[in-house]
């Protein structure tokens, strides 16, 4: 497009600039996104050891509980299935935990990619990311 006059010139940088500015509210939303998920991941670490420290904790309750003493059979059944239910739920939380960094792995990786798909397209259009033309 070729604008004609001043007006219609006007006209092309005034859009121009509210694309460039909903560009960079995209950026910011997006930048936003990616260090969230950063923190996630920072997070995430203590999450697993906790969730490693469970089972490991379930699993010496399961031996505990079938080692013969001086409970009845009935006692011992109710302990070692107590137990087996705490190492399933550790387990449980184990692989929940890792299925949200898979998840958040993703998200991130999408958000870079449009980050990336931006700035092409700003590099192709010549435009500055940090200027902020005042028209």
């Known amino acids: 497009m070729k604008p004609k006059d001043l007006q219609e010139l006007n006209q092309v940088l005034l859009r121009l600039k509210l694309n460039l ?3 960079k509210s995209n950026i910011d939303f997006m930048a936003k996104d990616l260090f969230e998920a950063d923190d996630f991941t920072a997070r995430y670490w203590e999450k697993v050891t906790n969730s490693s420290y469970d089972e490991s904790e379930a699993h010496e309750q399961e031996i505990m509980s079938a080692s013969e003493g001086a409970m009845s059979k ?3 059944n109710t302990a070692i299935n ?9 387990k449980s939380r184990s692989d929940n935990l890792e299925y949200q960094k898979i998840d958040i792995a993703l998200k991130k990786d999408e958000a870079v990619e449009r980050l990336r798909s931006e700035e092409f397209y700003r590099q192709w259009l010549g435009v500055d990311g940090n200027d902020k033309a005042g028209i």
């Open 74 to 76: 009935h006692v011992q």
């Open 82 to 90: 107590t137990a087996l239910s705490a190492k399933i739920m550790a």
């Open 21 to 23: 500015q909903g560009l």
